[in-house]
């Protein structure tokens, strides 16, 4: 069954703190793995990630993916209370007719006090 | 330019109704995809649609169908609604059918769906 964890699944940090947001994955035909951010309701892009050991980054975010250990980070440096929302990790796979589709996991839901 | 839009943004359904919520893709896109998000779960997929044809069906019963029109807006019907129905609706549209491989993936407001 293919599937999707990430961890914690709930976090409580200080502006400023640095947090690490885990995501493993067991699905069949990996095609690439992809970060979302949602804050109320629809989730927002953040990076796409397909090939081991290069880190993306974007400003404080930034991810890195382990294709042998199958699994993923996500840190934020210099936590903002903007950053709060739940980050979901989501995994594509190619199903053969079908072109792609997202498996996601439970989302890991990160509150950062000022 | 508008994103994806949704509605209704929420609705009140009881038992046994039927439901049908409504999806406009970005101008452009081909590919609509819906899924559902249950409460303090991460979004699981419904459907796939693409050049209005069914790509792709996750693991939902048959009470759960949907189309794509030739605009390529799309609807997601649910029959006989069950209290476990209740979740937000997500619709997202991608410029191809393989735009989730390349992040391309942009995702509605959703429909807050509550069954009573």
């Known amino acids: 069954e293919d599937k999707v964890v990430q961890s914690p699944l709930s976090l409580v940090v200080h502006e400023g703190d640095t947090v690490t947001l885990n995501c493993s994955y067991e699905?069949?035909?990996?095609?690439?793995l992809l970060w979302y951010k949602q804050e109320k309701k629809a989730p927002t892009f953040l990076f796409m990630l397909t090939s081991s050991g290069i880190e993306k980054k974007s400003g404080r975010l930034s991810s890195i993916l382990d294709k042998k250990e199958l699994f993923s980070i996500l840190n934020i440096t210099a936590t903002q209370t903007g950053d709060s929302a739940v980050y979901l990790c989501?995994?594509?796979?190619?199903?053969?007719?079908?072109?792609?589709?997202?498996?996601f996991g439970r989302g890991t839901q990160l509150t950062v006090w000022p | 330019d508008a994103g994806v839009t949704q509605s209704p943004t929420h609705l009140i359904k009881t038992r046994g109704q039927h439901v049908t919520l409504r999806c406009s893709p970005i101008s452009g896109h081909k590919s609509v995809s819906w899924y559902q998000q249950v409460l303090g779960q991460g979004p699981q997929f419904i459907f796939q649609?693409?050049?209005?044809?069914?790509?792709g069906r996750g693991n939902f019963p048959d009470r759960f169908s949907a189309r794509q029109f030739p605009n390529y807006s799309s609807e997601l019907n649910v029959n006989a609604l069950l209290l476990g129905d209740s979740a937000l609706y997500l619709c997202a549209s991608s410029l191809t059918g393989t735009g989730v491989a390349t992040g391309e993936l942009f995702f509605g407001e959703g429909s807050r769906l509550t069954v009573l």
């Open positions: 989501a995994v594509a796979a190619d199903r053969g007719s079908t072109l792609g589709r997202l498996y």
């Open positions: 649609y693409y050049e209005k044809e069914e790509r």
């Open positions: 699905v069949t035909n990996f095609r690439s």
